[in-house]
T-cell receptor
Framework: DQQVKQNSPSLSVQEGRISILNCDYT??????FLWYKKYPAEGPTFLIS?????DKNEDGRFTVFLNKSAKHLSLHIVPSQPGDSAVYFC???????????????FGKGTLLTVNP | DAGVIQSPRHEVTEMGQEVTLRCKPI?????LFWYRQTMMRGLELLIY????????DSGMPEDRFSAKMPNASFSTLKIQPSEPRDSAVYFC????????????FGAGTRLSVL
Protein backbone atom coordinates (compact mmCIF):
# COMPACT_ATOMS: atom_id res chain seq x y z
CA ASP A 1 0.00 0.00 0.00
CA GLN A 2 1.54 3.22 -1.20
CA GLN A 3 1.07 6.02 1.29
CA VAL A 4 2.48 8.63 -1.08
CA LYS A 5 1.43 8.46 -4.70
CA GLN A 6 2.62 10.27 -7.77
CA ASN A 7 0.24 9.07 -10.44
CA SER A 8 1.99 10.66 -13.41
CA PRO A 9 5.22 8.82 -14.24
CA SER A 10 6.19 11.55 -16.69
CA LEU A 11 5.38 15.09 -17.78
CA SER A 12 6.59 17.08 -20.76
CA VAL A 13 6.32 20.87 -21.01
CA GLN A 14 7.69 23.66 -23.17
CA GLU A 15 10.36 25.99 -21.88
CA GLY A 16 8.80 29.08 -20.30
CA ARG A 17 5.50 27.39 -19.50
CA ILE A 18 4.31 26.18 -16.13
CA SER A 19 5.05 22.67 -14.87
CA ILE A 20 2.63 21.20 -12.36
CA LEU A 21 3.58 18.00 -10.56
CA ASN A 22 1.03 16.30 -8.35
CA CYS A 23 1.19 14.12 -5.29
CA ASP A 24 -1.48 12.41 -3.17
CA TYR A 25 -1.12 10.86 0.26
CA THR A 26 -3.28 8.59 2.34
CA UNK A 27 -1.79 8.78 5.84
CA UNK A 28 -3.54 11.51 7.82
CA UNK A 29 -0.62 11.55 10.29
CA UNK A 30 1.64 13.14 7.68
CA UNK A 31 2.25 16.75 8.61
CA UNK A 32 5.36 17.76 6.70
CA PHE A 33 5.89 17.43 2.97
CA LEU A 34 8.92 17.81 0.76
CA TRP A 35 9.87 17.78 -2.89
CA TYR A 36 13.18 16.37 -4.03
CA LYS A 37 14.77 16.61 -7.45
CA LYS A 38 16.99 13.93 -8.93
CA TYR A 39 19.29 14.02 -11.92
CA PRO A 40 20.60 10.79 -13.47
CA ALA A 41 23.50 9.18 -11.59
CA GLU A 42 23.04 11.57 -8.67
CA GLY A 43 21.22 11.35 -5.36
CA PRO A 44 17.97 13.22 -4.70
CA THR A 45 18.43 16.84 -3.63
CA PHE A 46 16.03 18.80 -1.46
CA LEU A 47 14.00 21.39 -3.36
CA ILE A 48 11.19 22.82 -1.21
CA SER A 49 9.01 21.82 1.72
CA UNK A 50 5.76 22.74 3.42
CA UNK A 51 4.32 22.20 6.86
CA UNK A 52 0.70 21.19 7.30
CA UNK A 53 -0.03 24.49 9.05
CA UNK A 54 0.45 26.24 5.71
CA ASP A 55 -1.23 25.84 2.36
CA LYS A 56 1.45 27.46 0.23
CA ASN A 57 5.20 27.92 0.24
CA GLU A 58 7.16 29.74 -2.42
CA ASP A 59 10.85 29.81 -3.27
CA GLY A 60 11.74 31.60 -6.45
CA ARG A 61 10.29 29.74 -9.42
CA PHE A 62 9.05 26.91 -7.20
CA THR A 63 5.78 26.91 -5.27
CA VAL A 64 4.27 24.06 -3.33
CA PHE A 65 0.55 23.99 -2.57
CA LEU A 66 -1.02 21.78 0.08
CA ASN A 67 -4.70 20.82 0.23
CA LYS A 68 -5.08 18.93 3.49
CA SER A 69 -8.73 18.07 3.06
CA ALA A 70 -7.98 16.41 -0.28
CA LYS A 71 -4.66 14.99 0.95
CA HIS A 72 -3.07 16.47 -2.12
CA LEU A 73 -0.04 18.60 -2.82
CA SER A 74 1.41 20.02 -5.98
CA LEU A 75 4.65 21.59 -7.12
CA HIS A 76 4.48 24.45 -9.58
CA ILE A 77 7.54 25.51 -11.55
CA VAL A 78 7.20 28.74 -13.47
CA PRO A 79 8.74 29.50 -15.82
CA SER A 80 10.07 26.02 -16.60
CA GLN A 81 13.65 25.77 -17.87
CA PRO A 82 15.45 22.92 -19.66
CA GLY A 83 17.70 22.54 -16.59
CA ASP A 84 14.60 21.61 -14.58
CA SER A 85 14.41 18.31 -16.49
CA ALA A 86 14.78 15.66 -13.78
CA VAL A 87 12.80 13.19 -11.69
CA TYR A 88 10.80 14.88 -8.94
CA PHE A 89 9.96 12.97 -5.78
CA CYS A 90 7.27 13.90 -3.31
CA UNK A 91 7.96 12.87 0.30
CA UNK A 92 6.07 13.06 3.56
CA UNK A 93 6.79 12.67 7.24
CA UNK A 94 4.82 12.52 10.47
CA UNK A 95 6.79 14.89 12.69
CA UNK A 96 4.68 14.32 15.75
CA UNK A 97 4.49 10.55 15.58
CA UNK A 98 7.08 9.97 18.24
CA UNK A 99 10.03 7.73 17.55
CA UNK A 100 9.56 7.57 13.79
CA UNK A 101 9.49 11.28 13.14
CA UNK A 102 12.73 11.15 11.16
CA UNK A 103 11.26 8.91 8.50
CA UNK A 104 10.38 10.12 5.04
CA UNK A 105 7.98 8.19 2.83
CA PHE A 106 8.60 8.83 -0.85
CA GLY A 107 6.44 8.65 -3.93
CA LYS A 108 7.80 6.85 -6.99
CA GLY A 109 8.64 10.06 -8.79
CA THR A 110 7.63 11.97 -11.92
CA LEU A 111 10.05 12.49 -14.79
CA LEU A 112 9.79 16.09 -15.96
CA THR A 113 11.12 16.97 -19.39
CA VAL A 114 11.30 20.64 -20.34
CA ASN A 115 11.69 21.07 -24.07
CA PRO A 116 13.60 24.08 -25.43
CA ASP B 1 31.51 20.38 2.68
CA ALA B 2 31.96 17.18 0.66
CA GLY B 3 28.43 15.97 1.16
CA VAL B 4 27.42 12.37 1.81
CA ILE B 5 30.00 10.04 0.31
CA GLN B 6 29.12 6.53 -0.81
CA SER B 7 31.39 3.81 -2.10
CA PRO B 8 31.63 2.04 -4.38
CA ARG B 9 29.57 3.85 -7.03
CA HIS B 10 29.04 0.63 -8.92
CA GLU B 11 29.24 -2.96 -7.76
CA VAL B 12 28.81 -6.04 -9.88
CA THR B 13 28.88 -9.37 -8.10
CA GLU B 14 27.71 -12.92 -8.46
CA MET B 15 24.83 -14.49 -6.62
CA GLY B 16 25.88 -15.81 -3.24
CA GLN B 17 28.71 -13.35 -2.72
CA GLU B 18 28.89 -10.90 0.17
CA VAL B 19 28.44 -7.24 -0.71
CA THR B 20 29.38 -4.31 1.51
CA LEU B 21 28.25 -0.79 0.77
CA ARG B 22 29.82 2.13 2.58
CA CYS B 23 28.66 5.57 3.59
CA LYS B 24 30.27 8.61 5.16
CA PRO B 25 27.64 11.11 6.35
CA ILE B 26 28.05 14.86 6.44
CA UNK B 27 30.10 15.87 9.46
CA UNK B 28 27.89 16.92 12.35
CA UNK B 29 24.79 15.14 11.11
CA UNK B 30 23.19 12.98 13.77
CA UNK B 31 20.98 10.72 11.69
CA LEU B 32 21.83 8.37 8.85
CA PHE B 33 19.48 6.56 6.52
CA TRP B 34 19.85 3.71 4.04
CA TYR B 35 17.41 3.54 1.11
CA ARG B 36 16.95 1.18 -1.80
CA GLN B 37 15.54 2.35 -5.13
CA THR B 38 13.95 -0.04 -7.62
CA MET B 39 11.60 0.51 -10.52
CA MET B 40 8.86 -1.50 -8.86
CA ARG B 41 8.97 -0.10 -5.35
CA GLY B 42 10.59 3.30 -5.74
CA LEU B 43 12.65 4.67 -2.84
CA GLU B 44 12.26 2.50 0.24
CA LEU B 45 13.76 3.23 3.64
CA LEU B 46 15.70 0.22 4.88
CA ILE B 47 17.06 1.42 8.21
CA TYR B 48 18.00 4.58 10.00
CA UNK B 49 20.36 5.45 12.82
CA UNK B 50 20.32 8.34 15.26
CA UNK B 51 23.56 9.08 17.13
CA UNK B 52 24.95 5.78 15.80
CA UNK B 53 22.10 3.72 17.27
CA UNK B 54 19.69 1.85 14.96
CA UNK B 55 16.25 3.33 15.53
CA UNK B 56 14.07 1.66 12.93
CA ASP B 57 15.08 -1.34 10.84
CA SER B 58 11.58 -2.37 9.84
CA GLY B 59 12.41 -1.79 6.18
CA MET B 60 15.27 -4.28 6.09
CA PRO B 61 13.95 -6.97 3.74
CA GLU B 62 15.36 -10.04 5.44
CA ASP B 63 18.16 -11.44 7.54
CA ARG B 64 20.56 -11.35 4.62
CA PHE B 65 20.71 -7.59 5.12
CA SER B 66 22.55 -5.98 8.00
CA ALA B 67 23.72 -2.45 8.75
CA LYS B 68 26.16 -1.01 11.21
CA MET B 69 27.28 2.41 12.29
CA PRO B 70 30.43 1.97 14.41
CA ASN B 71 31.01 5.72 14.68
CA ALA B 72 29.52 9.05 13.66
CA SER B 73 31.41 9.17 10.39
CA PHE B 74 30.91 5.72 8.91
CA SER B 75 28.18 3.21 8.16
CA THR B 76 27.99 -0.04 6.21
CA LEU B 77 25.16 -1.98 4.63
CA LYS B 78 25.98 -5.62 4.07
CA ILE B 79 24.16 -8.23 2.02
CA GLN B 80 25.18 -11.83 2.61
CA PRO B 81 24.51 -13.84 0.54
CA SER B 82 23.46 -11.58 -2.31
CA GLU B 83 20.70 -12.53 -4.73
CA PRO B 84 19.74 -11.14 -8.19
CA ARG B 85 16.62 -9.52 -6.70
CA ASP B 86 18.89 -7.33 -4.57
CA SER B 87 19.96 -5.49 -7.71
CA ALA B 88 19.04 -1.84 -7.15
CA VAL B 89 20.50 1.56 -6.40
CA TYR B 90 21.27 1.98 -2.71
CA PHE B 91 21.32 5.48 -1.28
CA CYS B 92 22.63 6.77 1.99
CA UNK B 93 21.36 10.04 3.45
CA UNK B 94 22.10 12.07 6.56
CA UNK B 95 20.41 14.86 8.43
CA UNK B 96 21.20 17.14 11.36
CA UNK B 97 18.87 17.24 14.34
CA UNK B 98 18.21 20.96 13.75
CA UNK B 99 16.61 20.21 10.35
CA UNK B 100 15.69 16.59 10.71
CA UNK B 101 13.18 16.48 7.88
CA UNK B 102 15.64 17.57 5.22
CA UNK B 103 17.80 14.64 4.27
CA UNK B 104 20.97 15.00 2.24
CA PHE B 105 21.63 12.11 -0.11
CA GLY B 106 24.77 10.57 -1.46
CA ALA B 107 25.14 9.73 -5.14
CA GLY B 108 24.21 6.10 -4.54
CA THR B 109 25.70 2.69 -5.23
CA ARG B 110 24.34 0.81 -8.22
CA LEU B 111 24.41 -2.88 -7.33
CA SER B 112 24.07 -5.62 -9.91
CA VAL B 113 23.89 -9.20 -8.72
CA LEU B 114 24.31 -11.67 -11.55
Amino acid sequence: DQQVKQNSPSLSVQEGRISILNCDYTNSMFDYFLWYKKYPAEGPTFLISISSIKDKNEDGRFTVFLNKSAKHLSLHIVPSQPGDSAVYFCAASAQNSGGSNYKLTFGKGTLLTVNP
Amino acid sequence: DAGVIQSPRHEVTEMGQEVTLRCKPISGHNSLFWYRQTMMRGLELLIYFNNNVPIDDSGMPEDRFSAKMPNASFSTLKIQPSEPRDSAVYFCASTPDRAKNIQYFGAGTRLSVL
